[in-house]
Structure formats: C-alpha cells, structure tokens
C-alpha cells in the first residue's frame, strides 16, 4: 500500500509539473503575441536553411491613432520590401508595379500566429516551457511548440525575457533533425516611435488593388480528401497557367489550407501523361511534392513532412456534389 501510494504521489506531482509548465509556455506565447503588436521595436535577423543565411531589418511601432506600422526588407538579393499601415500592405518586388491589398497578414518569415490568438494552435500543437538560456546577451525562456501527431514539424522558440519578443525560432522533425532556424542579431526597443517609421507613417503607399475573384470560390472539380487534424480551408479558386507543353492554357485549381502556423497549397490539373513517378525536394522545412496519377497531376507545397505531402496528394479524388457547392468544408482529419 505504501508503495502504491508513493507511485500515485510520484504521478500526480509529474502531472502538476507538466500542467504548469503547459501553462506557463502558453502565458509566454500570449506575452510574445502582445509584444508583437504594442511596442516599438527595430530588429534584424537571418533565416538560416541549407547552409545559407538570408538576411532581413524589420520595424514595428504604434503611429498616430493607435495604428500598427511595419516595414520588413530583404537585405540580399532582389528586391523585396513589405509595409504595412493599419490593415493596409503594400509589396514592393522586382519587376512589377508596387501594390497594396487590404490585411493584417504581412507575408513574411514570422508566423503570423504569433501576433494572434496563440489558442488557436492548441488543437493541433502542444506548448511546452523548457528553460533558460542566453540568446544575443540576453535572457531567453525556451517554449517548445510540439506537434500532436506525426504529419508536423516542431517549433522551438527563444523569447526575451524582458520584452517578451522573439530571439530565436527552429523548425525541428520529430526526430529533432534542424531543418531550419531563425536568428536575431539586433533588437532595439523604444518608447518613442522610430524617425523612419515616423516618416513612414506621412508616405503614401500604393493603390489598393482589389483581388479578382474570378474563380475564387467556384465549384471545383477535385478535393483533398484527407489533411492533419486542425488544418482548414483558406481559399481555393481556378485559373489559367501557361503550359509550354500543349496549346493554350491550361486551368489549375489551387486550394490553400492551415492549422495556424502552417499554410499548405495544393495545385490540381489534368496532365497529358497518365503516370509519373513521384519527384519532391525540400527547401528547409518546404516541401514540394509532384506526381502524376492516372492522369491528374497534383502538387503539394508546404512546411511539413515529406510523407504528410505524398498523403495528402495521394488523397485528391472528384468532387462530390456537396462539396462542389459549398467548397468551404475542411477535410477528415486524422491523429
């Protein structure tokens, strides 16, 4: 009986611990969210993946009006530049005219999520505070972001002690392999706004383009039949891309999928070939998959495993009636 009861105390203390440690990364998480969002701040980091080191400067502060303002730049190579005024964004790349588009998605390195509601991930994703460490001189609080099932990668996060903000992220397999890691070199926090974001804030940004909706949530022929547990439609259409191998174009229908932290694209199209063997490579985290099958070519590009892309390719059958029409269903889910 003694012993029973030293097991059952031995149980119970590892379940409190695990409780409070779950508690304590999601109460960080929440922190990093609202640092995100409210303070000023001027950082630079690299994304490190496949033995090279892109660079990038990223500014944040709150301008007139309680208004979020950010400017995010590429440091190497062409040109990219994403600025944001409230919910306006506006993209400046190579060889196209600047533009903006209504959102407070800013297409960038940094998940999204993390400005978000970080509750959102908790059905698919497990929070988990480790410890301590140094990260650029400072005080970092280690956040594990664990993956419920075997079809995701992991999530390792450095968050400042002090201001709550991010030092450090790995992308992580469930064999702890590193795929790909961001680094910070520099953060600077003020409680005034920055001169150049206070000059930004005066800048007109590019007309608002409205997004065509030809195609956007129109009857498609084919569905995924299968995704991970937590991953639901963003959007999906139907459009013409070139094809250098037959005459004219040819119609691809696209479906974007996401748990939150995770966006995953689907491309379907009729091939001229009735087979093709499966060809994938991986860029970091991202992978991208292609096959041919029985006539439909399919293609799979996200940040997850390569047995997730194959599964999800291989799922692709014909439309039912229902779906055809409502198109805004997520697909079975599985753990």
Known sequence: MKLSAFFLLLLSFNVSATTADT????LSLERLSISLRQL???????????NQAEPYHWLHGIGENEQELE???????PRLDVLRQGDVVSYIEPDQEPYSIISRDVRSPIPTIF?????????????ISVGRSRILGRVAQL??????????????????????????MAVLTRQGQLLEQIQFTHIEVDEQLSDNLEQFQLT????????????????LSWQVSWLPQGFTVVK?????????????????????????L????????????EFRAPEYASDGATMVFNHVLQGIEVGVVGDIPLATAKKIAESITPASVDSAKTNDRNSKGEQ
């Open 71 to 77: 400017i995010f730049t590429r440091l190497n190579g």
């Open 143 to 168: 956040i594990r972001v664990v993956s419920k099932d075997k079809y995701r990668y992991n999530y390792w996060l450095w968050l400042d002690q002090k201001t709550g903000l991010l030092l450090k």
């Open 204 to 219: 007109e940004l590019p007309e608002v383009i409205e997004l065509t909706m030809q195609g956007q949530n129109k009857a």
């Open 40 to 50: 000023n701040f001027s950082t630079s980091f690299v994304v490190v993946k496949n």
């Open 115 to 127: 400005r978000g509601n970080i509750s959102e991930l908790e059905e698919s994703y497990r929070f």
């Open 236 to 260: 999906s259409n139907q459009h013409k891309l070139n094809s250098h191998n037959r005459s004219g174009d040819k119609a691809v229908e696209f479906m974007l999928f996401s748990d939150g």
């Open 262 to 273: 995770v966006e995953v694209s689907v491309y379907v199209n009729l091939s001229q070939e």
């Open 23 to 26: 508690e304590s990364a999601k």
